[in-house]
């Protein structure tokens, strides 16, 4: 039986991808999950292993070959050759692991399917090991896209038998990272012969042999500190980055030495960015770079809603089972801000405006993974309860990491608390592709001059940065006076005036 070896399906935004490095030869017996050719695209490396065990009998696209998604490049003949059936029934010690191995059933880890607008994935934390136990359920491993991280559990009880992508690899939706032993238990194989067993191949992953090859280095010519002696990409910068034997000079050490005297306590950390980091960089210069921003500010008496909210959240915490903050006032004036300056509700797709009907703020929320900002859908029909609720709903899922693709994606107008943190002013980058953004901020007793006489009162920097291109300086001021009448009378939020 023959099978095809195919291109990976290549994302919406990649037409097509270059045949980069084969590792077999026509000929060559090849194992299942062997990674048989690297494919790369102009933004990642896709490795193409093979499905079941057998020999190469075709290659059709050679080093160099310009390829489609799906195109066929090689051709697998299934099963082994008469000799491979004598060279493989010889050890018999050894095929009476591997036959008990194989009785347990083969499940595939795979990442989830990606949503359409995120092109590739990576592989943030495994929570097991190769050998491990796990149940049904039981995370195994986080999966980092640039908004979210995504969970993959074990469908069944059984035991970890191979990681293919470690930490850090680069992975495609629904792509193959591991393989799950399903019913088999821990003590199934002894933990002796199955280190004895593994092949020089499969002490690094492929990501890592393509280090150690950029590195220069052999297998030889580095330590693993893994389970078996596996090599992480660790490993091989400890080795590359290892001073080369002196000639046999005394005096050959003495420059590190010194290096290291002069260092003294002065030490360095360097941590590769995560996805989320990365996608924020880029958005924020993206917003810099691509809009026409402007910030107006303006001051907001704090007194009324303070008094206001002193006088009610004990009674409307129990009323709603929540705490009454300042969100719910912040949210509510927004909302009916937008509804007199439509502008600011809008945003520029090409040489279109697009005016939203609808009322969708995402809120800045601080996690530990950076600067999220989900989205609380249609504001303006939640009660002052629904929209504490929500922020708070939003909050925690942000801080464990729980948010979900819908909860992050659209939104018309985001509002930023900095006050939270202390921030007494600043100037909000927008978060595109909205035309607006509203920073809060701390509020701080200040002296103020109320008909003619000077009086301390909490007040409060507002922050309104906007697209210049949509947004008019005259609507901008409005849209913020609004906000600021609204919060230093609330009663005109509940009387819609």
């Avoid at 004895?196 to 499969?202: G, L, W």
């Avoid at 007199?340 to 703020?361: E, K, L, M, T």
């Avoid at 819908?406 to 035309?435: C, H, K, R, W, Y």
């Amino acid at each position: 039986m023959t099978t095809e070896i195919k291109v990976p399906v290549l994302p919406e935004s990649v037409a097509d991808a270059t045949v980069a490095t084969w590792h077999v030869q026509v000929g060559d017996k090849v194992s299942r999950d062997q990674v048989l050719v690297d494919i790369e695209t102009d933004k990642v490396v896709l490795e193409v292993p093979a499905t079941s065990d057998g020999v190469i009998t075709s290659i059709s696209e050679a080093e160099g070959a310009t390829v489609l998604g799906e195109q066929v490049i090689a051709i697998l003949s299934e099963g082994s050759s008469e000799g491979d059936t004598a060279a493989t029934a010889a050890p018999a010690s050894a095929a009476a692991p591997a036959a008990a191995t194989s009785s347990a059933k083969v499940i595939d880890i795979e990442v989830p399917v990606l949503p359409e607008s995120v092109a590739d994935a990576t592989v943030a934390t495994w929570h097991v090991a190769e050998g491990d136990s796990v149940s049904v359920d039981q995370n195994l491993v986080d999966i980092e896209t640039d908004k979210v991280v995504l969970e993959v559990v074990a469908q069944e009880n059984g035991v970890i038998g191979k990681i293919i992508h470690v930490e850090g690899d680069t992975v495609l939706g629904a792509q193959k990272i591991g393989e799950l032993n399903a019913g088999a238990t821990a003590s199934a194989a002894p933990a002796a012969s199955a280190e004895e067993a593994i092949s020089s191949d499969e002490l690094a992953s492929p990501s890592v042999r393509r280090l150690m090859t950029e590195k220069g280095l052999t297998a030889n010519d580095v330590v693993g500190t893994g389970k078996g002696g596996r090599i992480s990409k660790e490993d091989v910068e400890a080795a590359a980055n290892k001073p080369k034997a002196a000639p046999a000079k005394a005096a050959a050490p003495a420059p590190a030495a010194q290096a290291s005297a002069a260092l003294g306590e002065r030490t360095q950390k360097r941590v590769p960015m995560t996805r989320l980091r990365k996608t924020i960089a880029t958005r924020l210069l993206e917003a810099k770079n691509s809009t026409a921003m402007l910030t107006t500010f303006n001051e907001v008496n704090m007194k009324p809603i303070m008094d206001l909210r002193k006088q009610y959240k004990d009674v409307f915490e129990k009323t709603h089972d929540t705490r009454l903050g300042f969100m719910s006032f912040y949210v509510k004036a927004v909302t009916e801000a937008l509804k007199r300056y439509p502008a600011v509700n809008a945003s520029i797709d090409g040489d279109d405006i697009v005016y939203h009907n609808f009322f969708d703020v995402s809120i800045a929320v601080s996690t530990p993974r950076g600067l999220v900002t989900p989205v609380l859908r249609d504001a303006d029909q939640l009660s002052m309860a629904g929209i504490e609720n929500g922020i708070r709903g939003l909050a925690i899922k942000g801080r464990d990491g729980k948010l979900t693709m819908d909860e992050m994606q659209g939104g018309n107008f985001t509002i930023t608390n900095g006050g939270v943190f202390g921030s007494l002013i600043s100037t909000p980058i927008l978060n595109l592709p909205q035309a607006a953004i509203l920073g809060m901020h701390k509020i701080q007793d200040r002296p103020m001059a109320v008909d003619g006489k000077v009086e301390i009162l909490p007040m409060m920097y507002l922050a309104l940065s906007y697209d210049h291109r949509l947004i008019d300086g005259k609507e901008s001021v409005g849209f913020l006076v609004t906000i600021k009448e609204l919060l230093e009378d609330p009663t005109r939020l509940l009387l819609n005036i």
